[in-house]
Protein backbone atom coordinates (compact mmCIF):
# COMPACT_ATOMS: atom_id res chain seq x y z
CA UNK A 1 0.00 0.00 0.00
CA UNK A 2 1.32 3.70 -1.13
CA UNK A 3 2.78 5.96 1.68
CA UNK A 4 2.20 9.48 1.11
CA UNK A 5 3.79 10.93 -2.54
CA UNK A 6 5.09 13.81 -2.95
CA UNK A 7 6.55 15.15 -6.15
CA UNK A 8 9.19 16.66 -7.68
CA UNK A 9 11.39 15.56 -4.58
CA UNK A 10 14.02 18.70 -5.24
CA UNK A 11 13.30 22.10 -7.05
CA UNK A 12 15.22 24.73 -7.63
CA UNK A 13 13.51 27.96 -8.57
CA UNK A 14 14.92 31.84 -9.03
CA UNK A 15 13.00 34.37 -7.25
CA UNK A 16 10.12 35.99 -8.48
CA UNK A 17 8.89 32.69 -10.37
CA UNK A 18 6.17 30.33 -9.32
CA UNK A 19 6.25 26.96 -8.07
CA UNK A 20 3.46 24.23 -7.60
CA UNK A 21 3.92 21.06 -5.63
CA UNK A 22 1.94 18.35 -5.49
CA UNK A 23 0.48 15.26 -2.99
CA UNK A 24 -0.82 12.60 -3.15
CA UNK A 25 -2.19 10.91 0.36
CA UNK A 26 -2.50 7.36 1.02
CA UNK A 27 -5.96 6.12 0.13
CA UNK A 28 -8.47 6.10 1.81
CA UNK A 29 -7.75 9.15 3.20
CA UNK A 30 -9.82 12.19 3.25
CA UNK A 31 -7.24 15.04 4.58
CA UNK A 32 -4.57 16.57 4.03
CA UNK A 33 -2.33 18.94 5.55
CA UNK A 34 0.60 21.25 4.26
CA UNK A 35 3.69 21.88 5.86
CA UNK A 36 6.93 24.18 5.59
CA UNK A 37 9.95 23.10 7.35
CA UNK A 38 12.64 25.05 7.67
CA UNK A 39 16.23 23.55 8.44
CA UNK A 40 17.06 23.12 11.79
CA UNK A 41 13.24 23.64 12.83
CA UNK A 42 9.99 22.16 13.48
CA UNK A 43 7.50 21.97 10.98
CA UNK A 44 4.95 25.23 10.47
CA UNK A 45 1.33 24.46 9.42
CA UNK A 46 0.05 26.06 6.14
CA UNK A 47 -3.26 24.69 4.76
CA UNK A 48 -5.53 21.34 5.72
CA UNK A 49 -7.97 20.25 3.22
CA UNK A 50 -10.62 17.80 3.97
CA UNK A 51 -13.58 16.63 1.81
CA UNK A 52 -12.17 19.37 -1.03
CA UNK A 53 -12.96 21.79 1.23
CA UNK A 54 -10.00 24.36 3.29
CA UNK A 55 -10.32 23.59 6.97
CA UNK A 56 -7.46 25.58 7.97
CA UNK A 57 -5.05 28.24 7.11
CA UNK A 58 -1.72 28.71 8.94
CA UNK A 59 0.36 32.71 8.96
CA UNK A 60 1.23 32.20 5.71
CA UNK A 61 1.17 35.03 3.34
CA UNK A 62 -1.32 35.10 0.36
CA UNK A 63 1.00 34.16 -2.55
CA UNK A 64 0.88 30.69 -0.93
CA UNK A 65 -2.47 28.71 -2.30
CA UNK A 66 -3.66 25.21 -2.46
CA UNK A 67 -6.12 23.11 -3.51
CA UNK A 68 -7.82 19.67 -2.75
CA UNK A 69 -9.19 17.40 -5.48
CA UNK A 70 -12.03 15.00 -6.43
CA UNK A 71 -9.66 11.76 -5.89
CA UNK A 72 -8.21 13.76 -2.22
CA UNK A 73 -4.52 14.75 -3.79
CA UNK A 74 -3.57 18.25 -3.35
CA UNK A 75 -1.36 21.01 -4.92
CA UNK A 76 0.19 23.80 -3.15
CA UNK A 77 1.14 27.00 -4.97
CA UNK A 78 3.35 29.36 -4.33
CA UNK A 79 4.00 33.14 -6.16
CA UNK A 80 6.59 35.47 -6.12
CA UNK A 81 8.81 33.04 -4.69
CA UNK A 82 11.21 34.87 -2.15
CA UNK A 83 14.69 33.61 -1.03
CA UNK A 84 12.93 32.83 2.71
CA UNK A 85 10.62 30.04 0.81
CA UNK A 86 13.66 27.85 0.40
CA UNK A 87 12.57 24.99 3.17
CA UNK A 88 11.67 21.26 2.69
CA UNK A 89 7.13 21.17 2.24
CA UNK A 90 5.83 18.13 3.62
CA UNK A 91 2.46 17.16 2.93
CA UNK A 92 0.51 14.55 5.30
CA UNK A 93 -2.66 12.80 5.21
CA UNK A 94 -4.69 11.71 7.75
CA UNK A 95 -8.51 9.27 7.88
CA UNK A 96 -9.78 11.66 10.56
CA UNK A 97 -12.29 8.88 11.21
CA UNK A 98 -13.12 8.25 14.76
CA UNK A 99 -10.53 8.68 17.26
CA UNK A 100 -7.35 8.05 14.33
CA UNK A 101 -6.11 11.83 14.14
CA UNK A 102 -2.82 11.00 13.43
CA UNK A 103 -0.80 12.68 10.59
CA UNK A 104 1.45 10.22 7.76
CA UNK A 105 3.83 12.61 5.97
CA UNK A 106 5.14 11.95 3.12
CA UNK A 107 9.25 12.25 2.46
CA UNK A 108 8.68 16.16 1.19
CA UNK A 109 9.99 18.54 -1.24
CA UNK A 110 12.89 20.47 -1.24
CA UNK A 111 12.69 23.82 -2.80
CA UNK A 112 15.57 26.03 -2.93
CA UNK A 113 15.20 29.63 -4.08
CA UNK A 114 17.94 31.01 -5.40
CA UNK B 1 -3.19 30.87 19.20
CA UNK B 2 -1.24 27.41 20.49
CA UNK B 3 2.27 27.76 21.41
CA UNK B 4 4.90 24.64 22.13
CA UNK B 5 8.11 24.65 23.82
CA UNK B 6 10.23 22.24 23.95
CA UNK B 7 13.42 21.26 25.72
CA UNK B 8 16.31 20.22 25.42
CA UNK B 9 17.10 21.73 22.18
CA UNK B 10 20.39 19.11 22.34
CA UNK B 11 20.33 15.57 24.45
CA UNK B 12 23.30 13.30 24.39
CA UNK B 13 23.20 9.77 26.45
CA UNK B 14 24.73 6.99 26.85
CA UNK B 15 23.72 3.70 24.80
CA UNK B 16 21.47 1.62 27.58
CA UNK B 17 20.50 5.25 29.23
CA UNK B 18 17.27 6.82 29.37
CA UNK B 19 16.20 9.47 27.37
CA UNK B 20 13.31 12.19 28.52
CA UNK B 21 11.90 15.18 26.43
CA UNK B 22 9.37 17.77 27.79
CA UNK B 23 7.15 19.70 26.30
CA UNK B 24 4.52 22.57 27.49
CA UNK B 25 1.73 23.61 25.50
CA UNK B 26 -0.39 26.84 26.10
CA UNK B 27 -4.12 26.23 24.39
CA UNK B 28 -6.25 24.21 27.01
CA UNK B 29 -8.34 22.95 24.33
CA UNK B 30 -5.39 21.37 22.92
CA UNK B 31 -6.23 17.42 23.00
CA UNK B 32 -4.31 15.13 20.87
CA UNK B 33 0.02 14.90 21.75
CA UNK B 34 1.97 13.78 19.38
CA UNK B 35 5.64 12.75 18.84
CA UNK B 36 7.34 12.55 15.74
CA UNK B 37 10.97 11.01 15.32
CA UNK B 38 12.97 12.54 12.13
CA UNK B 39 16.11 10.75 10.88
CA UNK B 40 18.24 13.21 8.66
CA UNK B 41 17.02 13.85 5.64
CA UNK B 42 13.57 11.55 6.34
CA UNK B 43 10.49 12.39 6.92
CA UNK B 44 8.76 12.88 10.67
CA UNK B 45 7.21 9.30 11.39
CA UNK B 46 4.81 9.19 14.22
CA UNK B 47 6.40 7.38 17.40
CA UNK B 48 3.82 7.44 19.93
CA UNK B 49 0.94 9.95 20.98
CA UNK B 50 -1.70 10.58 23.26
CA UNK B 51 -4.91 11.87 23.83
CA UNK B 52 -5.97 14.01 26.83
CA UNK B 53 -8.39 11.88 28.13
CA UNK B 54 -5.29 9.75 28.96
CA UNK B 55 -2.13 10.52 31.30
CA UNK B 56 0.42 8.06 29.95
CA UNK B 57 0.52 5.67 27.04
CA UNK B 58 3.60 3.03 26.78
CA UNK B 59 4.46 1.35 23.36
CA UNK B 60 7.81 -1.25 24.32
CA UNK B 61 10.58 1.28 24.91
CA UNK B 62 8.53 4.48 24.46
CA UNK B 63 6.49 6.12 26.74
CA UNK B 64 4.56 9.70 26.43
CA UNK B 65 2.85 11.07 29.67
CA UNK B 66 0.63 13.90 30.05
CA UNK B 67 -0.40 16.18 32.58
CA UNK B 68 -3.44 18.65 31.57
CA UNK B 69 -3.56 20.34 34.90
CA UNK B 70 0.34 21.87 34.09
CA UNK B 71 -0.31 21.59 30.31
CA UNK B 72 3.11 19.93 29.93
CA UNK B 73 3.63 16.21 28.17
CA UNK B 74 6.90 14.32 27.85
CA UNK B 75 8.64 11.81 25.69
CA UNK B 76 10.68 8.76 27.78
CA UNK B 77 12.70 6.67 25.93
CA UNK B 78 14.41 4.07 28.06
CA UNK B 79 17.20 1.40 26.94
CA UNK B 80 18.60 3.89 24.50
CA UNK B 81 19.86 2.18 21.41
CA UNK B 82 22.22 4.02 18.37
CA UNK B 83 19.41 3.91 15.82
CA UNK B 84 17.39 6.29 18.13
CA UNK B 85 19.53 8.87 17.46
CA UNK B 86 17.25 11.62 15.17
CA UNK B 87 15.37 14.94 15.81
CA UNK B 88 12.17 14.46 17.76
CA UNK B 89 9.18 17.01 17.77
CA UNK B 90 6.39 17.27 19.91
CA UNK B 91 2.65 18.93 18.60
CA UNK B 92 -0.19 19.71 20.11
CA UNK B 93 -3.95 20.35 18.31
CA UNK B 94 -7.39 20.24 18.47
CA UNK B 95 -8.88 17.35 17.36
CA UNK B 96 -5.89 16.77 14.92
CA UNK B 97 -6.96 20.27 13.51
CA UNK B 98 -3.84 21.90 12.47
CA UNK B 99 -0.70 20.61 14.57
CA UNK B 100 2.00 22.83 16.53
CA UNK B 101 4.93 21.33 16.88
CA UNK B 102 7.74 22.12 19.20
CA UNK B 103 10.99 23.33 17.80
CA UNK B 104 12.67 19.88 18.08
CA UNK B 105 15.21 18.08 20.35
CA UNK B 106 18.19 16.24 18.51
CA UNK B 107 18.82 13.18 20.26
CA UNK B 108 22.38 11.60 20.24
CA UNK B 109 23.14 8.17 21.63
CA UNK B 110 26.63 7.59 22.00
CA UNK B 111 28.22 3.98 22.08
Known amino acids: ?114 | GENVEQHPSTLSVQEGDSAVIKCTYSDSASNYFPWYKQELGKRPQLIIDIRSNVGEKKDQRIAVTLNKTAKHFSLHITETQPEDSAVYFCAASNYGQNFVFGPGTRLSVLP
Open chain 1, 1 to 114: DAGVTQSPTHLIKTRGQHVTLRCSPISGHKSVSWYQQVLGQGPQFIFQYYEKEERGRGNFPDRFSARQFPNYSSELNVNALLLGDSALYLCASSSRTGANYGYTFGSGTRLTVV
